[in-house]
């Protein structure tokens, strides 16, 4: 009878066990609320990039638009004032005003900083959602400035394109927002860090307001990419992705 | 018979403006001789330049790479052991496999674009003349994770043999890779491209790390002659599969565009002619101006207008005749100076010539091109024969009075 007793309380504590893991988010299910809350279908934004190096900063502004696959982004600084890239699908294009010349950025372009910042084009081009790019295990929690983490590794998904093999990332347990990033090559050399430094509620969703970039192949280099304001599914009207739009 | 002994009278009779006006021609003549062979000895330099340094006589590659070449894709790559089956071809020296790609160069600190070139150490020293060419270090070998590089390069981001780079790749799955290096050698050579844009790395390490192991960009031939190149290059082309390609040197595009190139130093050489030619001109048509009341006189005397036109043509071609001959005469002795002993540019400037891209270390040597020297006597002649019809229609249509009172 003490034998059937410890069965079944055995046997309980096994249910809840089960229970109290089944109620712990998987690895894809963090990444997949961290792309509801920063993967952006339809959107218009005014942001400023700050880039420093060594003791120089440049400040950029730009507004930019963004839908599905497509994204176009204007600078509005008075020194880069008109110069425009347009992403449209895999390819994306930079108009300069001054020798009103349209450049189709491919192949190692895509590697160079965009604007000399510490972003590459090829940064600004991957939008998918990255749990269609990665697979991802928890590596564990831990808190960063302040907040609880969520530790997870990301590593690219068999088949799939992706600039980075490996990324490590730091999400908040409760808003489900990235707020650090560690991006890798294949090698495992540590290629580029990015921290989120303010989110901020907008509708039902928090957003990163401003995220700082360091591209760890260089030293005494980052930029500091603010976003002043952002409209989530606005209008947009139709031609803004061409590149009639963009002369 | 009797204006054309006058027109030869005339030359020596007018014996200090007959000299003076085949000098000016002779001093063109001259002067473009030396240009073209100076030029003409540039692009030999600049064609072994390339071949010796990059481009080999003949290079085996996948013809859908080649058309994208430019871009060094990952894309239509040979497999090794494909052209291992390929057996030696008559007139080859040495074959070098070799794996192209885009790179970014960091020290750590900064970064440089450049292209990365995977290469089988022993088989590329045997096609690119390198040994002589280490400054510090040495090259490295397969498996050995070093790198090579210009010393210009290196200089450029503050590098020195022993220091570690990393060089950003792309694999062939578009992902971010990393080759982690140690300087092994560095290199002065000149050819402005090797020195300033190119990392040499083992095959096997660019090979893993682009996620391409065992595939090559293409294969260098260097032959006993570069002139056998294009039936050489038929012959191989019979023994491979249609879709790889066999290019002779004439044929490869950093040839062409340096061929273009020097189809741009040509327009500046009919530039150069040009401007001879209105010396030219102008001479003629100030000595016919000069001669005014002579031919004033001659008409008074019963001469018909196209007897003083053929007397003025006679003589001009003469002088041209002279003019070409002594420039020429002072051509080949130039242009001999120039091929045997040349001119050491560095010496003169003190700067190293091939800083800018101008394929010379110490002297530069001349060439001989004996279709110059034809071309630009007949050109003398022609010019000296055209210059002369204005003026002489010119002079000889004015009444005998007003011409002999012109002054």
Redesign the interface.
Known sequence: MKRLIGLFLCFLFLVHLGAAFAAELTAEEIIRRRDHNEYVNTASAEAEMIIVNNNRKTTKTMVSYADEDNGLVIFTNPRDRGTKFLKRGDDLWMFFPDAEELIKISGHMLNQGMMGSDFSYQDIMESDKLTDLYDFTLLGEEELNGRPCYVLEGIAAPGKEVSYYRRKSWVDKEKFIGWKEELYARSGRLLKVMETKRIEQIGERWYPMEMVMEDKLRKNTRTEFIVRAIEFNPEIPADTFTLENLR | MFLTKLALKNLIRHRNRTLITACIIAAAVFLYLIFDSLIAGMTDMSYDTLIDYETGHLQIVHRDYWAEEE??PLEDLLSLEELATLSQVDGEVARSPELAF???L?N????L?VVGKGIIPDEFLRIFPLEDKFVAGSMFALGEYKAVMGKRLADLLDLQVGDFI?L?V??K????????AEIGGLIHTINANVNQNVVYVPLDIAGH?L?VPEKVSKVIIKLEDKNGAPRIAREIEARLPAKIGAYPWNELEAITFAGAKNAGIMVMTTILLVIAAIAIVNTVILAALERMGEIGMMKAMGLQEKELIYLFVTESVGIGILGGLAGVLLGLIGVALLVRIGIDWSAQTGVDMSSFGIPVLGTMYGSWNPLAFLRIFCFSLIVSFFASIPPAYWAAAKDPIEAIEYR
């Not at chain 2, 750590?108 to 970064?111: A, I």
């Not at chain 2, 799955?173 to 982690?180: G, S």
């Open positions: 871009k060094l885009p790179a970014r960091s750590g600190m900064n970064e674009p990393t950003l792309r694999d799955n578009e992902t971010f890779n990393t080759i982690e790390a996620a």
